[in-house]
């Protein structure tokens, strides 16, 4: 679980990076004064990715500090400290295990009777804003697509 944590930190951000590249090179070749519409839509779309990649990126480092003080098995380490909630420590006390959730972000908490609850270990913004700025990415990469696809259409053959 943890071993998965790690090798996402890095992986993201390496996708937003290459995000960024694709869409400001993008326009960058063309030039930001004679892109077309297509091309600053699927310049909007990488650049969009790339901030809900590094949301996600802030989501998982959250995810991964509280997996790894989950897993220290100190003297303070019954129930883990992620699963403890300020006010609410009676529903932390017949916790006996975890999980880790990738999509959405979140840290469950499971009880000894068989239910589970999701604690507060990733911020509350992070899911919503992966998800608006994901489909934001997706409506442009779709807006692009067919905008090229009808001006191809349009367009005397050569």
Request: proline content about 8%; aromatic content about 6%; overall charge positive.
């Amino acid at each position: 679980m943890v071993l998965l944590l790690l090798l996402l930190i890095p992986a993201v951000p390496v996708l937003a990076a290459g995000l960024i590249g694709y869409g400001l090179g993008s326009l960058g070749r063309t030039g930001v004064r004679r892109a077309d519409r297509p091309t600053w839509l699927r310049s909007s779309a990488a650049l969009l990715g790339a901030a809900a990649a590094a949301v996600y990126t802030w989501g998982l480092l959250a995810l991964a500090g509280a997996a790894l003080d989950a897993e220290d098995h100190g003297v303070d380490s019954s129930p883990p400290r992620p699963c403890r909630t300020p006010g609410l420590l009676e529903r932390a006390v017949p916790v006996v295990d975890y999980t880790v959730r990738y999509a959405p972000l979140r840290f469950v908490c499971r009880t000894s009777g068989g239910g589970s609850y999701v604690a507060d270990a990733v911020p509350g913004y992070v899911n919503p804003a992966v998800l608006g700025l994901t489909a934001a990415a997706v409506a442009c990469a779709g807006a692009a697509a067919v905008d090229g696809g009808r001006r191809a259409r349009l367009s005397p053959a050569a």
